[in-house]
């Protein structure tokens, strides 16, 4: 039997959700993860220290071994007080852009760019990093360009405007995104899901729309899927790990007009395994779940480890989801690897 040790990972990317679905969400990633970057689009958001921190205790009262790691959701009010008030606290690792109306309970996202600036400026001074959704929200731009077109239009120029801000490209599904990222100076980085490695637009829609699939941004052609995969594979410290594991009831899922999201924190890491060993690159695996992500954010890597077995078991077909179910990212699909 095959074994494979590597160093804790860690989730750069998180949706734990709140109230009575926390137990399940925190103890499902605190299962094979030490740390989790926190996303902070609650109802309402997170978009200050004080909340921040009291959602942060409600993290802890699950009493499991994961570390959150906070943000602030970024809104065209957020000022540039506010961000030094979250350095200090010490709890906030980064602030969070959402272009408004981008994606799930992002409507007090950012309307234009420029009423952040002096929030950025404050972010570029204090080191603080600003994690991005990058999607542009016109509502002519095809779904399968929005990350595209925000590169050019807006990404570009930030980076230009800010020459010490740290950004990180939020789960990228493009060749676009990769080839963009790689050519970036080091405070650029990017997270990478396991559903935009595992699967393609072909997997959401042919033979029958699957709602379970359906994330934003949207999973693209089979082209961007392998470009993403050799990213990850290729031991470029700006690719890490960030399942955007984001938890919708069934029913919400399987509905006229479905939610978007893959709750994958159950099964996460053996679902990158399943990739990286697909494409015969186990030996990446540590830098990419365990190591980069620590090192572009300036903190240690852990000190524990995890061990993977190559043993066959299947993803269960349904969870509890408090009062209600989820369906999880593969479910009822049989996985090599598991934590052992
Ligand atoms: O698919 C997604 N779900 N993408 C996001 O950006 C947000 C997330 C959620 O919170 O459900
Ligand atoms: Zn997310």
Redesign the pocket.
């Known amino acids: 039997m095959r074994f494979v040790t590597i160093t804790t990972p860690d989730d750069w990317h998180l949706?734990l959700r709140d109230g009575d679905v926390l137990s399940r969400t925190v103890a499902d990633s605190a299962r094979q993860f030490k740390r989790a970057m926190v996303?902070p689009?609650l109802v309402p958001p997170v978009t200050d220290t004080a909340m921040a921190m009291a959602y942060y205790e409600r993290v802890m009262a699950c009493k499991t071994n994961l570390q959150p790691l906070m943000t602030l959701y970024l809104t065209d009010h957020t000022d540039r007080q506010e961000i030094i008030t979250a350095q200090r606290s010490g709890c906030i690792q980064a602030v969070k852009l959402y272009p408004a109306g981008?994606?799930?309970?992002a409507n007090a996202g950012v309307t234009a760019i420029e009423k952040t600036y002096d929030v950025l400026e404050a972010m570029q001074e204090v080191n603080m990093p600003l994690l991005v959704?990058g999607e542009v929200t016109t509502a002519e731009t095809d779904i399968f360009d929005r990350e595209k077109y925000f590169i050019d239009e807006q990404l570009k120029p930030l980076l230009e405007r800010f020459t010490n801000l740290k950004v990180v490209f939020e789960?990228i599904t493009t060749q676009d995104a990769v080839e963009f990222v790689i050519q970036a100076d080091t405070r650029v980085a990017a997270t990478i899901t396991p559903q935009h490695l595992l699967y393609n637009r072909n997997h959401l829609l042919s033979g029958g729309i699957k709602p379970h699939l359906y994330?934003?941004p949207i999973l693209k052609h089979n082209h961007h899927q392998l470009a993403l995969q050799q990213a990850a594979i290729s031991g470029n410290p700006k690719f890490f790990l960030g399942t955007?594991s984001?938890p919708?009831a069934r029913n919400a899922k399987e509905n006229a007009c479905g939610?978007?999201?893959?709750y994958s924190a159950l099964a996460a890491i053996e679902l990158y395994a399943q990739v990286f060993d697909q494409l015969q690159a186990m030996d990446k695996l540590e830098g990419f779940a365990s190591h980069f992500g620590a090192d572009y954010y300036g903190l240690h890597r852990n000190e524990s480890t995890i061990t993977l077995v190559k043993k066959p078991w299947q993803i269960p077909s349904q969870l509890d989801y408090a009062d209600q179910t989820i369906i999880p990212l593969g479910a009822g699909e049989t996985l090599d690897w598991q934590l052992a």
């Open positions: 949706h996303m689009n981008v994606t799930t309970n959704h789960h994330c934003l955007d984001a919708h939610c978007a999201g893959c």
